[in-house]
């Protein structure tokens, strides 16, 4: 660590309580969430014995040890921690208002341990948006640096105005809100299950991205102008889609072709470019990276290894060989993160 310029803090990190596992096999088992993309998904990584799952079993549970060696051995000093995906999101709302605070408890005390190396995210159910926005302010005083939301909860999404106390919370407090991906939603899952691509390799990007979009044209950004939001994956192909949805989405507005489509205070592409910030997570690929910079800023692009998920450490030397400067690559490594998260 001493001979680089720079930290390396990781900023889109996942963890659970062992006891997450027992409470999603329940909802597999039971069949009481009409969400196949949570069955298709969950139903592997708790029933597989393949590496893969079993790695991913054993290192989200793991907020000591395992987790640091790790980071060590990739040479990560930082790690701004959440709770998985989909969280509390696939539980019966007071259920996920209770566990969203255990597990939030669970993750403060990791990071009093180890102040040194963790940071944490707020985890909040959005099925009570009011008790989300309560635990918003109680993870503040917890002294977490975000917010996290999983994309869709129940296949609903947060462009519907009963959710924006959570977003409200967050611009009011100036914590950046983590939209994390979400395997998607029923109405979209169907035919990319047949597929094999429902999760990380596309489901999750275009899941996450059109939920994002949901929010900007339904107006939410021009109420919380100051929100700050995050979205990792080189932001899920949105930077590469701005020129498009800018010229469509005004081509929309113009022919007034859908009742609930209205016109923005600004284009997309402003608000992606004055509200939001990427992470790298997963996308260690520096044409993809080089691309954010330019579209984005570089004051605007994140370093984030997704564990344990992908955990490569080999990724790590990849994402350095941009073609950027010692000051760029200490900016995306370090100082973006400590800007946007307060660190």
Known sequence: MSERPYLRIATEEAFCPPDLFDRY??????????????????????????????????????????????????GIDQAIIALTSPGVQAMERADAVAYARYANDVLADAVRAHPDRYHGLTAVAPQDPEAAAAEIERGHELGFKGVIVHSHTAN???????????????EALGTPLYMHPNTPSKGMVGPLIESGLDGAIWGFAIETASHLLKILVAGALDRFPGLKIAVGHCGEAIPFWLYRLDHMHGAIVRANRYPDV???????????RENFWITTSGMPWPPAIEFCQRVLGVDRVLYAMDYP??????????????????????????TNAEALFGL
């Open 25 to 74: 096999r329940r909802i597999v088992a039971d069949g009481s969430l009409d969400d196949p993309g949570f069955v298709t998904q969950w139903r592997y990584y708790l029933e597989s014995d393949s590496a893969r799952a079993a790695f991913v079993r054993e290192a989200l549970v793991d907020l000591e040890s395992r987790r640091l060696a790790d980071m060590d051995a990739a």
């Open 156 to 170: 609903a999404y947060m462009s519907d105005p009963k959710y924006w106390p959570i977003l409200e919370a967050c």
């Open 262 to 272: 209205k016109p923005l205070e600004r284009k997309i592409s402003e608000y992606v």
């Open 309 to 334: 998920y992908q955990y490569v450490p080999e990724e790590v030397p990849m994402t350095e060989s941009i073609d950027a400067s010692p000051e760029v690559l200490r900016m995306l490594f370090q």
